[in-house]
């Protein structure tokens, strides 16, 4: 098999694959896409890959719910602090050498992974979310633009918030909506996005759509815990790899 049909090959494989996740559990399009494309790619050139994909399956998630106005308000200054940083600390992403960059990929899957394992419980007081949202929005956002990876410490701040189920879908779709164009328009600023890598973008919408569906007839026939804790277990050992890959 030459390089050009392999790369198209992983490229169908990863994207059903974390198109698979999401539709099981929800969430994870991006993360398994990066954790698996970081390792064969830069992960500048995994990250450039996810827009058209994640746009697509985030953005509907994010408009299906009936709390998009309530979402908006409560979040706005968390979503304005993931974007400015963001915009900035994509810079980490296309110009640190990719060693260090799959390096950092890793140690975010293992954070993540460790986390969402652990399943700890907490509440953010609302009084507390006029502070505490922009700065988890800050340090999603260089998380973000470091890694290419849109979870920490979104995610669990997010899951904090006692939203309800239908709210707490959308605020995770207007998170990895906002992300997802912010590091794109990063990645576009500095001169890593262009007509080529929108092109690939697009190729991966339909492995991702086919995953999803594949994903939701699977969530009828499996638990979904089980289902979550392999795929957590999972990313785990993939953000192992990432990270000792230099050691060896």
């Known amino acids: 098999m030459n390089e050009s049909m392999y790369f198209y090959v992983l490229l169908v494989v990863v994207f059903v694959l974390a198109g698979m996740v999401k539709g099981v559990t929800g969430m994870g399009l991006p993360t398994v896409a990066m954790g698996l494309l970081g390792g064969a790619l830069s992960?500048?050139?995994?990250?450039?890959?996810?827009?058209?994909?994640?746009?697509?399956?985030?953005?509907?998630?994010?408009?299906?719910g009936p709390s998009l106005g309530h979402i908006v308000r409560r979040l706005w200054p968390m979503m304005l602090a993931v974007v400015v940083v963001t915009l900035g600390s994509a810079a980490l992403l296309v110009r640190?050498?990719?060693?260090?960059?799959r390096v950092a990929l890793g140690?975010?899957?293992?954070?993540?992974?460790?986390?969402?394992?652990?399943?700890?419980?907490?509440?953010?007081?609302?009084?507390?979310?006029?502070?505490?949202?922009?700065?988890?929005?800050?340090?999603?956002?260089?998380?973000?633009?470091?890694?290419?990876?849109f979870v920490m410490p979104a995610v669990p701040y997010l899951q904090s918030l006692g939203l309800q189920r239908e709210e707490l879908v959308q605020a995770l779709g207007l998170a990895f909506t906002v992300s997802t164009i912010a590091l794109t328009t990063g990645l576009v600023l500095h001169g890593a996005f262009?007509?080529?890598?929108?092109?690939?973008?697009?190729?991966?919408?339909?492995?991702?759509?086919?995953?999803?569906?594949?994903?939701q007839v699977i969530r009828q026939r499996i638990s979904a815990?089980?289902?979550?804790?392999?795929?957590?277990?999972f990313l785990l050992l993939l953000g192992l790899e990432l990270v000792l890959r230099p050691l060896f």
């Open 43 to 64: 992960p500048v050139a995994a990250a450039s890959m996810l827009f058209i994909p994640t746009f697509v399956t985030n953005a509907w998630q994010l408009l299906s």
């Open 96 to 101: 640190v050498d990719r060693t260090w960059s």
């Open 107 to 149: 140690v975010a899957l293992v954070v993540y992974a460790v986390y969402a394992l652990l399943a700890p419980v907490f509440r953010v007081p609302q009084r507390r979310e006029r502070w505490l949202g922009p700065l988890v929005g800050a340090l999603s956002g260089v998380v973000t633009g470091a890694t290419g990876v």
């Open 194 to 215: 262009g007509i080529q890598q929108l092109g690939l973008s697009a190729l991966a919408v339909l492995p991702a759509l086919l995953g999803m569906w594949l994903g």
């Open 225 to 233: 815990r089980v289902f979550r804790a392999c795929f957590l277990g």
